[in-house]
């Protein structure tokens, strides 16, 4: 059967307002995942990324129209939610033969709720979907029965039916490697500060996350590897094929199995690749050691990201990271003596925040002195535990579902936040992501730091880029 994936526009005005220079342009994975997985099982899967191809919704429905698709997979994150319906309905619109799929993180949340009110949806997908999207053409084959396909969500004489959970893969390998040349590769490059060099692209080595952060839409899955010559092989193809000279790994918790990270670099090194590419990856800081550092060095990484969320312990233990200040600056300064860059992820506006735990939240922040810091407001996603106690925290300012609200930019929007904690408004909020940005990045020593880092024309250029956009806002 022909079907096609789509990536609806991410854009929802917050990039289009910082300018379309410094957003990131991301691999698809989870429709390659899919795309890939039916190809293999002799289907014939496309997949168009309306963002990175600049494709307008009319542009779309021509393809669709000219296509002659059997069935058409809309991604679907909360933030994209309206972007995701707008292309249902009009696929429906245009032949209502068409089966029309869901799937993404928002459906994995929201499943009753999309399939209830999006007539335009037949299916919503729950979970892994390469599988469960193979049955369901099954099901258009009249090989199989709706009801008998597990982890999807459908209307049936009004009434919505959600099928049992289906049980993850265990052995992730079982997917075969995306198949990116579904896409036109040429097109994605990540955010400005992001990458050392280009190209650079997007890859997972493992999938799920065993802890238990109250903000996060992956907290509590099952942690599940690819396996090491897997992975080799996934970036033997990335820089044979593709000419990658760059590798974002984007794993929830990159390190979490400690030796099978560190046989993983003895891999890469075996393999020649620290001499072809640098890497980077994400992690959390109770997670590193000197050595384990010392070891991801040595096989090419350049950057670790870690999830900081606020300067005191009381606000890092509202949201249940489990772990502690001395822990995170530990990594911090482990990493800086090794000599890779670190990325933290800090959050303002957190459930029993107040301005002043803010002010305390910026400080650490130049305490602990990471090359890139980024500060998003605290948004209670739905699906997270966050969500489900967000009343307890704090007060929504807009329709709870309202999803395309949910943004954590919105200090450089116009909108108002979907929710703040309790004794904190929309503007003292956005003014503190606009200020902890600045205090952060305007300082003497950070800006000699990333003088001094100069070595290439490309680099002094997304500097450039990076800070303009932070000077006008
Ligand atoms: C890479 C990434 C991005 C990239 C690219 C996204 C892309 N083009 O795919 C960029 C940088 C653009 C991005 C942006 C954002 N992201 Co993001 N991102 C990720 C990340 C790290 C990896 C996604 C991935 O490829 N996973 C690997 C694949 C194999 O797994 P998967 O996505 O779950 O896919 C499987 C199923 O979900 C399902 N499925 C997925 N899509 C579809 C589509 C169809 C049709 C079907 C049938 C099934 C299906 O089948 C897949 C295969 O089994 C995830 C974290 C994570 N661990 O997943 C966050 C994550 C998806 N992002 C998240 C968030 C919050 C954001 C932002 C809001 C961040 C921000 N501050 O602005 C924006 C949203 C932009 C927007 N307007 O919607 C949340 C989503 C929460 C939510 N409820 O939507 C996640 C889960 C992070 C987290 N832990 O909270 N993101
Ligand atoms: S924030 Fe990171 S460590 Fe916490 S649950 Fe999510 S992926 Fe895991």
Not at 181 to 207: E, G, N, W
Not at 334 to 347: S, V
Not at 375 to 395: D, H, K, R, S, V
Request: proline share 4%.
């Amino acid at each position: 059967m022909k079907i096609l994936f789509v990536m609806p526009s991410l854009d929802n005005g917050y990039w289009k307002k910082l300018g379309k220079k410094v957003g990131p342009k991301s691999e698809p994975l989870s429709l390659l995942y899919i795309a890939t997985f039916l190809n293999q099982s002799g289907h014939h899967a496309e997949v168009v990324d309306c963002e990175a191809e600049g494709i307008s919704l009319d542009e779309l429905e021509q393809k669709i129209q000219f296509g002659r698709y059997d069935a058409v997979g809309v991604a679907m994150l909360t933030a994209m939610y309206s972007q995701s319906v707008a292309v249902c309905k009009m696929v429906k619109k245009l032949d209502p033969k068409i089966k029309v799929v869901v799937g993404g993180s928002h459906a994995n949340l929201r499943p009753r709720e999309t399939a209830e009110k999006e007539e335009s949806i037949d299916v919503v997908t729950v979970g892994e979907a390469e599988q469960t999207f193979l049955e369901l053409l099954e099901v258009s084959q009249g090989k199989k029965e709706l009801k008998d396909v597990l982890g999807i969500a459908y209307r049936e004489n009004a009434v919505v039916v959600q099928t049992a959970e289906r049980a993850k893969v265990n052995d992730l390998d079982f997917f075969p490697i995306p198949d990116r040349s579904l896409i036109k590769m040429h097109l994605y490059r990540p955010s400005v500060s992001y990458y050392r060099r280009l190209p650079a692209y997007t890859m997972i080595t493992t999938r799920g996350c065993p802890y238990r952060c109250t903000f996060c839409a992956t907290a509590k899955t099952g942690y599940r590897v690819h396996s090491i010559p897997r992975v080799i092989e996934e970036m033997r193809v990335l820089i044979e094929d593709f000419g990658a000279k760059e590798i974002l790994i984007r794993d929830d918790t990159f390190t979490l199995q400690r030796e099978r990270t560190i046989k993983l670099c003895e891999a890469i090194i075996a393999a020649g690749f620290h001499k072809k590419i640098t890497w980077d990856c994400i992690t959390r800081a109770n997670l590193v050691d000197k050595e384990l550092l010392q070891k991801m060095k040595e096989a090419g990484c350049w950057g670790m990201h870690f999830g900081v969320e606020g300067g005191t312990q009381k606000l890092i233990d509202s949201v249940k990271k489990d772990t502690t200040l001395e822990i995170i600056k530990n990594a911090f300064t482990l990493c800086r003596e090794i000599g890779i860059e670190t990325r933290g992820y800090f959050m303002v506006g957190m459930p029993g925040s107040t301005p002043e735990d803010d002010f305390a939240t910026i400080e650490y922040a130049k305490d602990i002195d990471p090359d890139w810091a980024q500060f998003t407001i605290a948004t209670p996603y739905p699906g997270t535990e966050l969500f489900n106690e967000a009343e307890q925290w704090g007060t929504f300012h807009t329709d709870i579902s309202d999803w395309d609200k949910y943004l954590t930019w919105s200090g450089y929007g116009d909108t108002e936040l979907v929710w703040t904690a309790h004794g904190r408004s929309s503007e003292d909020v956005k003014a503190m992501q606009r200020k902890a940005m600045r205090e952060f990045y305007f300082r003497p020593k950070v800006i000699l730091r990333k003088v001094t880092n100069v070595d290439n024309l490309p680099i002094l250029r997304k500097y450039m880029t990076g800070a303009l956009v932070l000077a006008r806002s």
